[in-house]
């Protein structure tokens, strides 16, 4: 059992990273865009032709794409002072709770999210002042949503495994991390920096 949900955690994590790279790099062009339009515009006179819609559109890839990935890293914000006080078996049980509302709640949000997709195509909605698609980005909220879901139904399968044994080893769930740990591990991080 414990390897078929590390397969199924791999094979969704060859998804996800790809898509939060991408994510990563929206959020570099958006930047370097916003760079580049401050320029134009305070040196030149001239700002960039349809810039507030490139940046409403790019908001979502670097927005949703990276959802199950953080998910995934367990890098979404948390109650963790609260998590790591409780025993391991309390703790996976609280975590199994969790994460079956975290998928309810995304359940409910795709429906209106396909919604919003399916009316932005139909009726052919663009940007205001240059006629941007809307539908694209519209409908990668859905397929991050949807991406969320499976993580989320991964997360859930490992942490009630380890619900009903918790001497098992953890797989395809994040492990809480406590406050020394980080701490220890940006320190070491500012180390190898200094010596770089």
Same mark, same amino acid.
């Given at each position: ?10 094979? *969704? ?11 990563? @790099? ?27 819609? !490139? ?5 979502? #890839? ?5 959802? &199950? ?12 002072? $609260? ?8 703790? %996976?049980? #609280?975590?199994?709770?969790?994460? *079956?509302?975290?998928?309810? !709640?995304?359940?409910?949000? =795709?429906?209106? &999210? %396909? ?6 195509? +139909?009726?052919?909605? /663009?940007?205001? /002042?240059?006629?941007?698609?809307t %539908?694209? /980005?519209? *409908?990668? #909220?859905?397929? +991050?949503?949807?991406? =969320?879901? #499976?993580? $989320?139904? @991964?997360q859930? %399968?490992?942490? +009630?495994?380890l ?5 098992a080893?953890?797989?395809? !769930?994040?492990?809480?991390?406590? &406050?020394?740990?980080?701490? &220890? ?12």
């Amino acid at each position: 059992m414990g390897d078929l949900l590390a397969r199924t955690d791999r094979a *969704l994590a060859r998804v996800e990273t790809p898509l939060n790279l991408i994510g990563g @790099v929206f959020v570099l062009g958006l930047a370097a865009l916003g760079v580049a339009q401050v320029v134009m515009r305070s040196v030149f006179g001239m700002p960039i032709l349809g810039y507030v819609d !490139v940046i409403e559109q790019g908001t979502a #890839v670097f927005a949703f794409l990276g959802l &199950a990935f953080t998910q995934r890293a367990g890098g979404h914000i948390r109650m963790e002072i $609260l998590i790591q006080a409780l025993p391991r078996p309390a703790l %996976w049980r #609280v975590e199994v709770f969790n994460t *079956l509302f975290a998928g309810m !709640v995304v359940t409910l949000l =795709l429906p209106g &999210a %396909w919604q919003y997709f399916y009316r932005a195509w +139909s009726i052919g909605d /663009s940007t205001m /002042s240059v006629g941007l698609p809307t %539908w694209p /980005s519209k *409908l990668l #909220v859905f397929v +991050s949503l949807g991406l =969320l879901l #499976v993580r $989320l139904i @991964v997360q859930l %399968w490992g942490f +009630s495994r380890l619900a009903v044994r918790p001497e098992a080893d953890p797989v395809a !769930v994040p492990l809480p991390a406590n &406050a020394a740990e980080v701490a &220890a591990g940006e320190v070491n991080l500012i180390r190898q920096e200094r010596h770089k």
